[in-house]
């Protein structure tokens, strides 16, 4: 079965009301005609309704970089599924290394947010990866396991259909230097196989991005791997020509 790559930007804590129009008209006009991949922003939650309006029309999805997971009541800072889909937005990042480690945030945690989305109706963009110091002492894919296993214990395999999954080795990410094809394609493989061996069907449809200093060099390569069904880019996603080029290589490696 063949996958639609998946495209999304994660412009983390950057941007204005101003960066935000600014920028996604220089998407809407990169992206103009451009078919075979899905393509997906997540600016800052403040910036959404900008982030709405200049969408409209376009075929770019709305995401966000986190949700909570209570929907109502006395949570002092937090935002619900329900706020996020007033404004749109579909795919939610959750379970990035960064909230991770500056939030403190755990792995059964997570698993709840992935839940309070499911049940909205939104698409859990789910992050996972290793550090520096897991992968010398060869734990990568213990980590993953153990991440994704999270998800699974408590809501079933079949909580992936429809879902995103995020590799992001947490020694690549803003650091200028990316996985190597052949080790992201080792990692995503992996992962593939570790949901197959719970539901083949599941496995096959499960959209599995590579995240960690994909930019406008060395998108290509990456997308060759057939495991490889997208990115989730940040600092490359701040800037309109470079994110474009980004989605077009994996419209042109996925067809
Ligand atoms: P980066 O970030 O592309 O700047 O490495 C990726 C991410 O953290 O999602």
Redesign the pocket.
């Known amino acids: 079965m063949a996958r639609r790559p998946l495209v999304m930007g994660?412009w983390?804590l950057n941007g204005s009301k101003a960066f935000t129009k600014e920028l996604i008209e220089g998407l809407k006009h990169e992206l103009a005609g451009v078919t075979g991949c899905d393509v997906a922003i997540a600016p800052p939650v403040m910036y959404l309704a900008e982030a709405e309006a200049a969408l409209a029309n376009s075929q770019i999805s709305l995401g966000a970089q986190n949700v909570d997971v209570n929907v109502k009541g006395a949570f002092t800072g937090d935002i619900s599924t329900e706020m996020l889909k007033e404004f749109g937005a579909k795919y939610i990042?959750i379970g990035?290394?960064?909230r991770r480690t500056y939030h403190q945030e755990s792995d059964a945690f997570i698993a709840k947010k992935f839940a309070a989305l499911k049940e909205a109706g939104l698409v859990p963009v789910l992050?996972i990866g290793e550090s520096e110091e897991e992968n010398e002492a060869g734990k990568t894919e213990e980590v993953c396991a153990r991440q994704i296993d999270a998800v699974i214990n408590a809501l079933g395999v079949d909580a992936f259909n429809g879902a995103v999954i995020?590799y992001?080795p947490i020694w690549?990410?803003?650091?200028?230097k990316?996985a190597t094809p052949a080790q992201a394609q080792a990692v995503h493989a992996f992962i593939r196989g570790h949901i197959a061996a719970k539901s083949q069907a599941v496995a096959e449809q499960v959209i599995i991005q590579y995240?960690?200093?994909?930019?406008d060099a060395n998108a290509a390569e990456l997308f060759t791997q057939p495991d490889i069904d997208g990115?989730?880019?940040?600092?490359?996603?701040l800037k309109a020509p470079a994110f474009a080029v980004i989605v077009k290589a994996a419209a042109a490696a996925k067809q």
């Open positions: 994660n983390k990042i990035h290394s960064e992050c995020a992001e690549a990410i803003g650091t200028g990316s995240g960690g200093s994909v930019n990115a989730l880019v940040g600092g490359a996603s």
